[in-house]
């Protein structure tokens, strides 16, 4: 049955022209309130960017010399700018995550809702923890690279490039986090078996090892690593699961099987 303000066929179907409209309200809604909260989130800015710059003070207490600077005329309002809009995209999440699955959920059947559902309760708590853990692992590495400033020298660190490093690390391990869940959701939906994940393992090694290289500022093999090293220990995690399932899965099939003989 259609949902209320959709017009639907007699099998509850729906026309490619309302499937856009439908898709442009709720494209609408979901872009209001992201402009919304971005708006909010630019007065928070001040304050994220004091808390991301604190492993500066604490680089400072241990007597090394490193400053953050906004090397450019416009680029303290560029840099509160996209502050303002990435915690806008996070606060207006529920939003936006709740109108794409309204869209989407009411063309899967039961089994496939109950997957994207679960899927999305265990990805929210997931992608946080990896956030976190970036969050918690970031002054170390700031402290790592920048205690190889010579004594006597100087470290001026423009605000932009370190915003866009704080950024890349946080969220890159807030994805790691979130990776195997999808194999372990593709297992779950029958899509692809434990033994083939299995067996796609140096593929996977190869793409967490380019990620890390993508999120991270070239030359800085270390902080590939501290990325890329989490998301292939989790796949093969998930790999693991994705095989219990498997059996699990084939003794309800021999069990059933027994069952009708």
Same mark, same amino acid.
């Given at each position: 049955?259609?949902?209320?303000?959709?017009?639907?066929?007699?099998?509850?179907?729906?026309?490619?022209?309302?499937?856009?409209?439908?898709?442009?309200?709720?494209?609408?809604?979901?872009?209001?309130?992201?402009?919304?909260?971005?708006?909010?989130?630019?007065?928070?800015?001040?304050?994220?960017?004091?808390?991301?710059?604190?492993?500066?003070?604490?680089?400072?207490?241990?007597?090394?010399?490193?400053?953050?600077?906004?090397?450019?005329?416009?680029?303290?309002?560029?840099?509160?700018?996209?502050?303002?809009?990435? /915690? !806008?995209?996070?606060?207006?999440?529920?939003?936006?995550?709740?109108?794409?699955? &309204? *869209? =989407?959920? %009411? @063309?899967?059947?039961?089994?496939?809702?109950?997957?994207?559902?679960?899927?999305?309760?265990?990805?929210?708590?997931?992608?946080?923890?990896?956030?976190?853990?970036?969050?918690?692992?970031?002054?170390?590495?700031?402290?790592?690279?920048?205690?190889?400033?010579?004594?006597?020298?100087?470290?001026?660190?423009?605000?932009?490039?370190?915003?866009?490093?704080?950024?890349?690390?946080?969220?890159?391990?807030?994805?790691?986090?979130?990776?195997?869940?999808?194999?372990?959701?593709?297992?779950?939906?029958?899509?692809?078996?434990?033994?083939?994940? /299995? !067996?796609?393992?140096?593929?996977?090694?190869?793409?967490?090892?380019?990620?890390? &290289? *993508? =999120?991270? %500022? @070239?030359?800085?093999?270390?902080?590939?690593?501290?990325?890329?090293?989490?998301?292939?220990?989790?796949?093969?995690?998930?790999?693991?699961?994705?095989?219990?399932?498997?059996?699990?899965?084939?003794?309800?099939?021999?069990?059933?099987?027994?069952?009708?003989?």
């Amino acid at each position: 049955m259609a949902r209320k303000g959709r017009t639907a066929d007699r099998d509850g179907r729906m026309r490619l022209g309302e499937h856009l409209r439908e898709f442009k309200r709720r494209f609408y809604i979901s872009a209001a309130a992201i402009v919304a909260a971005a708006i909010g989130g630019f007065f928070l800015a001040k304050p994220v960017l004091y808390l991301l710059s604190a492993p500066l003070d604490d680089l400072k207490a241990a007597g090394l010399e490193v400053d953050l600077n906004f090397t450019n005329i416009t680029q303290a309002f560029d840099v509160q700018m996209r502050i303002g809009f990435m /915690l !806008g995209l996070i606060i207006a999440s529920p939003v936006w995550i709740w109108q794409l699955l &309204a *869209f =989407v959920v %009411p @063309a899967l059947r039961t089994v496939e809702r109950r997957y994207v559902f679960g899927f999305i309760a265990a990805a929210v708590p997931l992608f946080a923890g990896g956030c976190a853990t970036g969050w918690f692992v970031l002054p170390r590495i700031i402290r790592l690279f920048v205690g190889f400033a010579p004594d006597g020298f100087t470290a001026f660190l423009g605000a932009s490039d370190y915003w866009d490093f704080s950024l890349k690390l946080v969220f890159a391990v807030g994805v790691a986090y979130v990776l195997p869940l999808v194999v372990v959701f593709l297992n779950l939906a029958g899509i692809v078996e434990g033994r083939t994940i /299995l !067996g796609g393992w140096r593929w996977a090694v190869l793409v967490a090892t380019l990620f890390g &290289a *993508f =999120v991270t %500022p @070239a030359g800085e093999v270390l902080s590939m690593f501290i990325i890329a090293v989490p998301m292939v220990v989790l796949y093969f995690a998930a790999t693991g699961i994705a095989l219990l399932v498997d059996r699990r899965r084939a003794k309800r099939e021999r069990r059933a099987a027994e069952v009708r003989a």
